[in-house]
């Protein structure tokens, strides 16, 4: 969301946060509840019967979210995509552990290219590390890539 405040405004980011919590819960229809955790990241609880039944949750949310952008009061119509890491919440486990487990999950998810949804242990160790490994890389060059616009913008060379 960085992005779009940079490009349209607070106003423009903060219609394209409204769009995307009506669209999650219009997908969760009463199953679950969505709630922000902070910047760009949110979590979603549901009450599913199992892996399948959470795994076309995450792919309906991923495709309503492709294909239906926000739209400005000006008309600019915003395009928005969003990657998804999911876990089942078993007993005997703290909320902390399924928080882990999930945020590894969407490590996986951005590696894997974004715009996509991972279940928790899908993948081998070695693609894991390596999952955690190209996200953190990632994590660094767009920082490094929003430094470097923030430092032209306020030097008036970009």
Same mark, same amino acid.
């Given at each position: 969301?960085?992005? %779009?405040?940079? /490009?349209?405004?607070?106003?423009?980011?903060?219609? *394209?946060?409204?769009?995307?919590?009506?669209?999650?819960?219009?997908? !969760? &229809?009463?199953?679950?509840? %969505?709630?922000?955790?902070?910047?760009?990241?949110?979590?979603?609880?549901? @009450?599913?019967?199992? @892996?399948?039944?959470?795994?076309?949750?995450?792919?309906?949310?991923?495709?309503?979210? @492709?294909?239906? #952008? +926000?739209?400005?009061?000006?008309?600019?119509?915003? +395009? !928005?995509?969003?990657?998804?890491?999911?876990?089942?919440?078993?007993?005997?486990?703290?909320?902390?552990? %399924?928080? *882990?487990?999930?945020?590894?999950? !969407?490590?996986? $998810?951005?590696?894997?290219?974004?715009?996509?949804?991972?279940?928790?242990?899908?993948? #081998?160790?070695?693609? /894991? $590390?390596?999952?955690?490994? /190209? &996200?953190?890389?990632? $994590?660094?060059?767009?920082? *490094?890539? =929003?430094?470097?616009? =923030? *430092? @032209?913008?306020?030097?008036?060379?970009?």
């Amino acid at each position: 969301f960085k992005q %779009i405040n940079d /490009l349209y405004g607070h106003a423009g980011g903060d219609r *394209a946060l409204s769009h995307f919590t009506r669209a999650v819960e219009t997908c !969760l &229809a009463g199953r679950g509840i %969505i709630g922000r955790l902070g910047g760009e990241e949110f979590g979603i609880a549901v @009450r599913v019967e199992g @892996r399948l039944e959470v795994a076309e949750l995450a792919d309906e949310i991923c495709r309503t979210i @492709r294909s239906t #952008p +926000a739209i400005l009061e000006n008309g600019t119509r915003i +395009a !928005l995509t969003v990657s998804i890491g999911v876990t089942l919440a078993e007993r005997n486990r703290s909320l902390s552990e %399924i928080m *882990a487990e999930a945020d590894t999950a !969407l490590y996986e $998810a951005k590696a894997a290219g974004r715009d996509r949804f991972c279940m928790a242990d899908s993948f #081998p160790g070695s693609v /894991l $590390a390596s999952a955690r490994a /190209l &996200a953190g890389a990632a $994590a660094q060059l767009r920082q *490094a890539a =929003d430094d470097i616009a =923030d *430092a @032209r913008t306020l030097s008036g060379t970009g």
